[in-house]
DNA sequence: AAATAATGGTATATCGTTATATCATCGGTC
DNA sequence: GACCGATGATATAACGATATACCATTATTT
């Protein structure tokens, strides 16, 4: 292991001054050709590049930014990044990501350690139990924030959303257009207003068309978890025929469970999910689904930052994407026999 | 947006110097329990967190590491991720992901930009066609470095891998000895030594039984491009009766694909996979599978990463870890009227 | 030829910390 | 009362880059 060059060691084999040295490296000031060959020649011999904490501390730059992110291990969350480092690194930013799997703990210090490196800019999906004293700590370092898919009540960050709440109602109203009655609401997680306006989506639509109780079943955004939840939900709940789900993952773990019950999805069930991730069109049956564009919505994500970044006093603002309905196989026509009729 | 507060902000709140407050954030030096508290709630007061890159450069402490990674996409790296940052957290470590999407290029720009930030330790499953430069580049600058996963030829990093060629070998081995006879590779990218090794020891294998030819097909590591890839190879070579494929991912969409042509995976054709990921067992049939544990793989790696920062002049060592064969579903007997006998 | 402008390069202060040396002050000792 | 060792705080020089001001040379103008 060699060990790490630098400007003077360049500026020496060159044999010039560290003022020069770092002129050619940046390409500003008045240089003549031959001496910015030299240097150059120097740079690539030795394999120096500057370092990014000297250069960002005395001139302001800094091209870096995280992402802040609840659970890298889903597959919808998987694309937006692509969608944001795709459109950041056009711009020359590098993008870190920090998983907080959801745990208010580990975001803290993700966070802390993330102000502490004074990098240009965060996007962040706050962890679930996100307390205030988080909110007040970017807020004090000034850090170039926009909130994605959750959105805290103090609304000082910008922020990137999806229109959950006409999306659910669109489901929800599909649903019962088809004749279903009893249709449950299934998956998420308990605290965040994503799942809230959800719900009140799916309310409102049960309220129009008459219908209640409303049915409301917690599980976690997990596969596994949701075959098992399912069956619960159908042994306390026999006279459901639909399903709006919270998201693709508990949707598809749903539909395997009832599957294992002997039940068919889109016909003894309806099933309908959120997200349309790659899953959804491949399953068997496949899932009818919410869907949004996680690639787009990654773009339109990394846009705000840079706006924000650029033009850091402008006041807040919100920006929502619509779910559109894809129509498969999991969702159909209630049956006769299902559910007896009064 | 306040601006960022800094160490002089402190000392000026709590009427004492830079010097002092340094001391009493660090906990070093003697300060009296007056002044410490004075400079203790000014602190808290002003959410003030150290520069970490002033501090790094001065005290030359990192306590950043990066993960560059193929695909963060795939459920196996997720949790490998989990694992080396459950181990590194509780060591105080920052761990920032950099995703390549096997692309050397992004590798390129995102590890120059890690190299520029001068971070603690790097762990590294190298992308495609990486070439010599970005090797010699971390080596110039004495990155500590761990490999994962693939490992270069020059075989001057630390390295933590997967028994490949003895897993493969026992994944034909138990397939030939169900009595298959026509047993084709499925799946894989075509640079890197990984899939070269498994696929020797599936050559060898199928050597051991006096099996031939080997059949070999390509596919990207993707569900829905392996349902479209698995129908041209039962075209190519229709006398198939079993598949070994190169991780779990390829092996489920092949069931799909199969199972789109009227085939049933387990009796009609044996499918194997390799990883574990959570969707084998959920997949229907289940999927039999090389397992390895990605969550303990990855605390393994980070324990190797942080025993090569501790002692940066140990010579590079290799840690293989073996993957064991799960019996599920998707294998079985070979079919009297599947293959025609001679 | 003297004054002015353009060119190519360097010295130096600075960014926000930490490490080291240094400096008062005070109580205790002989 | 002069000396000593603790004690508690500070002044200052780094870390590796960049921005600015500045200084020599040449080249150009009149």
Redesign the interface.
Known sequence: ?????KLSTVADLAGVSTATASQVMRGTGRISDATRKKVLAAAQK??Y?????????RSGEK??I?FAIHR??N?FN??V??GV?DFL?TEGY??????S?DNAD?QR??L???????RGGLLWVPAENTDERTY??L????VPTVTFLRRPGTGQFDHVGIENMAAMRTATDYLANLGHRRIAYFGGEVKFGVRQERITGYQQAMADHGLAPAIIWDCPDD??EA?AAIRQLKAKHPEVTAIVCNGDVVAI?AM?GL?RMGLTPGKDVSVIGFDDI??AA?A?PSLSTMAVSPYQLGRRLARVLLDRIND??MPPGVALVPAELVVRESTGPVQQAATPQR
């Open positions: 292991m060699t060990s790490k060059p030795l394999h590049l500057p370092d990014s904490r000297a250069a960002s501390m091209r870096e995280g890298i291990a597959p998987a694309e990044i692509s480092s690194e590098l993008v870190s990501i920090l998983d799997r580990r210090r993700n802390e350690a993330f102000i502490r490196s004074s007040a700590l807020h004090a370092h000034g596969k596994g075959m773990g395997l599957q790659q899953d491949l068997t850091p006093d």
